[in-house]
């Protein structure tokens, strides 16, 4: 195994057995704080909404680019052990496949225990739809929703970019995220200015998406669920043009239920495609099933990437 790959790795083993301690600093938490900062920086200064929110976006894009670079160079002229540990702990915040069973888990066990208020609360945690007036099939449907698509953003994307890329363009990818999750809203305040950050974290996810979809129906059929129900689910064109439903999509399909319908925000509905079809009820159990997958995927995506750098090696 190449020294890259080692690293990798590591990091990947990392958050299986930590996740996210919030007691540990986090770098999104520093993205968070330099994306508000810009906003409110360029907004004071820029006339153009849109020029702004591009501005915005190189800035933050390529200013994080170019300081993971800088400080792996940095710690390089110190020690190879010190920038080795560098890039572990940088591709480490990069990755969130144990959170994101952690958080889904609590929906689950509020709805196990006939705690609706609860679940909404705990679901209302990942999720940015409303969620008061959610039944249990609707918040079955939106934690399946989200695990769908954090698969791809939170695991996938960051694992793709980091094996063709290194860890300045895995970082990379993680500042387009966080950008476009706080500036990319269809809203009045973002909808011109959140245009061009929201484009390019579409544009970073189309490849993502599609191997997350292929790895999400793979995982599934090693736990006894439906891989052609997975692919199938991807013909329809109102599931492709969206990287997130076609993330979900193939969780519908793999799982044989539907998802999809209206969701609001801030009372205002927005429509997302029918996807999958429901041939088992959206009931609580369906939320460990997908946890489960998407754990399944995660470790075919990892062993992926490192067979292929040793195939390429």
């Not at 907004?43 to 976006?57: I, M, P």
């Not at 599609?210 to 669920?225: C, Y």
């Not at 193939?250 to 799982?255: E, I, N, Y």
Request: hydrophobic share 50%; proline share 5%.
């Amino acid at each position: 195994m190449d020294p890259f790959s080692l690293r990798l790795a590591c990091a990947y083993l990392m958050d299986w057995a930590l996740g996210d301690p919030r007691w540990l600093p986090h770098p999104v938490r520093g993205l968070g704080w330099a994306i508000a900062r810009g906003e409110m920086w360029i907004r004071a200064r820029l006339w153009s909404e849109k020029l702004g929110g591009a501005f915005l976006a190189l800035l933050i894009a390529g200013g994080t680019w170019v300081l993971v670079r800088g400080l792996i160079s940095a710690a390089a002229h110190f020690s190879f052990g010190l920038a080795a540990f560098l890039e572990v702990a940088l591709l480490y915040a990069c990755f969130s496949t144990r959170d994101l069973g952690v958080e889904s888990w609590p929906v689950y066990d509020a709805l196990k225990a006939d705690n609706l208020p609860e679940a909404r609360a705990k679901v209302a945690m990942i999720v940015g739809r409303d969620t008061g007036g959610l039944d249990e099939p609707e918040i079955v449907r939106a934690t399946l929703e989200t695990i769908g698509e954090s698969a791809m953003d939170g695991i996938i994307a960051p694992l793709f970019y980091a094996a063709i890329g290194g860890v300045p363009l895995a970082c990379l990818y993680k500042a387009v995220n966080t950008l476009d999750s706080m500036v990319g809203y269809r809203s009045a305040r973002y909808l011109r200015f959140g245009s061009v950050p929201a484009a390019v974290d579409r544009w970073m996810n189309v490849i993502p998406a599609w191997i997350t979809a292929v790895l999400l129906s793979a995982g599934g059929r090693l736990l006894g669920f439906s891989f052609a129900g997975g692919l199938r689910a991807l013909r329809d064109r109102r599931v492709r043009r969206e990287n997130s439903t076609i993330a979900e999509a193939a969780m519908a399909g793999t799982l044989q239920v539907g998802l999809g319908g209206v969701n609001y925000y801030q009372g205002q509905p927005v429509e997302t495609p029918p996807m999958g079809r429901p041939l088992r009820s959206l009931d609580r159990d369906r939320i460990p099933e997908a946890i489960r997958v998407m754990y399944a995927a995660s470790a075919l995506g990892i062993c992926g990437v490192l067979a292929v750098r040793w195939i390429l090696k």
